[in-house]
């Protein structure tokens, strides 16, 4: 008889292991209340421009419904190159693979690239996503914490870089970084390429925000793919979910060093095997005709952005700093030391759905972040529910401010 213990239905340790998403915890409490305005999940509030949707609709009316390359059709494969060739470096369509979004994307290349027990480093407050990939493939995750300050948040990169120990595997990276819009400048990413070179580690760089930038005025964020060589251990994954208004689409990409690709193919092949092609034809039509849409995704965002930093500057006991990338604010409220409760008592009293701090690491605790890819009116609802909130709630998840 085998023993009982050995028969309990579970799945293996390391998955039983995982946290699960804070975020999804506090929306699962809020979302079946539509009297919550919500702001909790990082996507923007607008439909899919529809020159993108009318080449999904003409694809399936033409009956392409079947299943299509591991590495996507050659015309998006293409489009990728030649998008990735303008913004950043010659790049050709072999080292380029279609993914079912980029979360796919990042899973893939993790695959690809640990094993168990490897290490791997990320920079926290992170989307915790990428914390719990690698610990799939049972990694070890190492994270090296963000400050913040005065002026935002700020890498020391001599920390990081001691903590990139001869031996580790990966350096996985999120620039224009979600939750905080930190933003890798170029002298540090040309010091880590240099330590990542020389001690052979390989940089997963997650550029899914990387055209939502507003600190200079670039169309694109610094990337390591304008200073790699192709055949460096560099690999990028992007989507089709944010700067073109595809969430709901689930469309990404690898770019990455041509030997890598036959390996990350088969990986596909045992994943997903590929993408739908009216997805597919959808993208290859976002990339050719879809700047006007980056660029004015872009001004609304950098407008929303101001509009709520501005007003939560007027709220007494919050602090925030104008994020440099990506589409939310992380502020810090006074008194806040469990933002899970916070937040649970903001969807419960102020019908306000933010995403609670502690849900992007340790350092992330006493924050809260806020999408703001939304309308005038509703940014402007929610800080006033929020300043209501602040100015009447009994401190739960909140320490009493002494007098
Ligand atoms: C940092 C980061 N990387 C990757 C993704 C994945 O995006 P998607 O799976 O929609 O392509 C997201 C989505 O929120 C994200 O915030």
């Known amino acids: 008889m085998p023993d009982s213990r050995s028969l309990i239905p579970e799945a293996r340790s390391a998955v039983r292991a995982l946290a699960s998403s804070r975020i999804r915890d506090i929306a699962n409490a809020g979302m079946h209340d539509p009297g919550v305005l919500a702001f909790w999940f990082g996507e923007p509030d607008q439909v899919t421009p529809a020159f993108i949707r ?3 609709a003409a694809s399936l009316a033409r009956g392409e419904t079947f ?13 990728i190159a030649d998008y990735l060739s303008a913004l950043h470096r010659p790049t050709v ?48 995750v190492v994270c090296v914490p963000l400050s913040f300050g005065a002026s935002g948040w700020s890498l020391d990169v001599d920390r990081l870089l001691d903590a990139l120990t001869p031996g580790t595997r990966a350096l996985m990276i ?3 970084n979600n939750p905080t819009g930190w933003t890798i400048d170029r002298g540090s ?3 880590l390429l240099a330590h990542c070179a020389r001690h052979g580690i390989w940089i997963v760089a997650d550029d899914v925000y990387e055209r939502l930038y507003y600190a200079e005025d670039r169309p694109c964020a610094p990337s390591l793919l304008d200073i790699a060589d192709n055949d460096m251990r560099v690999v990028s994954t992007n989507s089709f979910s944010k700067a073109w208004l595809m969430t709901g689409w689930r469309l990404g990409w690898i770019v990455g060093p041509k030997p890598l690709l036959p390996d990350l193919g088969k990986l596909i092949e045992y994943n997903t095997s590929c993408s739908p ?6 993208g290859v039509v976002a990339l ?11 001004e609304r965002l950098r407008r929303a952005r101001d509009r709520l930093v501005d007003a939560l500057h007027s709220l007494p006991g919050v602090e925030v700093a104008p994020p440099a990338g990506a589409m939310y604010a992380f502020l810090r409220i006074d008194g806040v030391d469990d933002s899970m409760a916070f937040c649970r008592r903001l969807v419960h009293d102020a019908r306000l759905g ?9 350092e992330g605790e006493g924050f809260v972040r806020w999408c703001f890819a939304a309308s005038d009116e509703r940014l402007d609802d929610g800080v006033a529910r929020l300043a209501r909130f602040l100015a009447t709630a009994p401190p739960v998840g909140k320490t009493p401010t002494r007098e």
């Open 54 to 56: 009318d080449a999904a």
């Open 354 to 362: 933010l995403a609670p701090g502690s849900a992007f690491g340790p």
């Open 67 to 79: 299943y299509s390359q591991n590495f996507g059709i050659p015309e998006l494969r293409i489009a």
């Open 288 to 298: 050719r005709d879809g700047e006007p849409t980056v660029d004015v995704t872009r």
């Open 174 to 176: 999120n620039s224009p």
């Open 277 to 282: 092609v009216f997805v597919q034809r959808a």
């Open 189 to 191: 990413q040309q010091a």
């Open 93 to 140: 369509s072999d080292e380029i693979a279609v993914t079912a979004s980029g979360m796919s994307a990042l899973m893939l290349v993790v695959e690809a690239l640990v094993s168990p027990g490897d290490r791997v480093v990320v920079v926290t407050p992170l989307w915790p996503n990428l914390v719990e990939i690698p610990k799939i493939l049972s990694a070890q």
